[in-house]
């Protein structure tokens, strides 16, 4: 019992990990690069409170991923920024926006933390 239990939870740890920098990747597709993206409806003040909720999951998800590059920490510091201006733009908080631009900044972050 013991080893079955030992090598589900090791298959379950390193599907985590492969899995980790396609999180990034995906979330970037689909909710950053877009025209349509909801990352930039955001700054137009045109996305929906379900496209907000969408989009802080996601930015939940990349926090928890590890970059290809960069430090972690920085990157949890930075991810949760982002998620934090978003539900203030949530509550309709007026510094939620200017926030959610400064740390928006797609040149600013992948200097730092997107690889090649
Ligand atoms: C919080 C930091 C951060 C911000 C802000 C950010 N990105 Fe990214 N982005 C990344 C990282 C990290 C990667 C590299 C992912 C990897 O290869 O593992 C990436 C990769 C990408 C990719 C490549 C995806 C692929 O297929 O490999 C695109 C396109 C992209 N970002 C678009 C954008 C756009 C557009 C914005 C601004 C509206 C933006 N990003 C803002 C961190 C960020």
């Given amino acids: 019992m013991k ?7 090791l298959a379950i740890a390193s599907l985590g990990s492969a899995s980790a920098d396609s999180v990034i990747k995906d979330v970037m597709k689909k909710d950053f690069k877009p025209e349509d993206a909801i990352a930039k409806k955001v700054g137009k003040g ?3 409170d379900a496209e907000l909720d969408t989009l802080i999951q996601g930015i939940e998800a990349i926090c928890a991923a590890t970059p290809s590059k960069g ?19 949530k509550a309709k908080d007026a510094s939620g926006m200017s926030e959610w631009k400064k740390a928006v900044n797609c ?9 090649k």
């Fill in 3 to 9: 080893k079955i239990a030992l090598t589900l939870m």
């Fill in 46 to 48: 045109a996305a929906t």
């Fill in 71 to 89: 430090n972690k920490a920085v990157w949890e510091e930075k991810t949760k920024a982002l998620s934090a201006a978003l539900a203030k733009v």
């Fill in 107 to 115: 040149k600013a972050c992948h200097d730092v933390f997107k690889g």
